[in-house]
């Protein structure tokens, strides 16, 4: 007996999505390693499922390479969900790989830790690491 979702093809575009651009400015201490962590307490997207808001507080703790991210392009980036529907999981990996692509950290990590809803909570954390 095969189990069929009803979520099927929910989110085959969120790769794809055409986020906000998330801008970056030099680093002028590339030379040291220290730790910037950034912490958006209002994050809202869209239960694909259900089309109800979800709610989150999304932290990217990240160590700098060559840029770091310019926090209002970054809230921007943000603020481009709160009409999406998108998953938990998918929310915080998409974070982690825009935000990779937008300034090449020497590491990173988002921990999306959304709301509960119908009595579950769930926090997402991925990870980063320049080889």
Known sequence: MENHSNYEDLQTHI???KTPPIETWENKY???DY???????EFTAVCPKTGLPDYATICITY???KHCVELKALKEYFVFY???GIFHEHVVNKVLEDFVAACQP????VVGDFNIRGG???IVRAR???S
């Open 15 to 17: 790769r794809n999505l």
């Open 30 to 32: 590339s030379d040291k």
């Open 35 to 41: 730790t910037i962590e950034i912490t958006n307490l």
């Open 63 to 65: 160590m700098p390479d």
């Open 82 to 84: 709160r009409d999406i």
């Open 106 to 109: 020497r590491s990173a990590e």
């Open 120 to 122: 579950m909570k769930t």
């Open 128 to 130: 980063y690491v320049a």
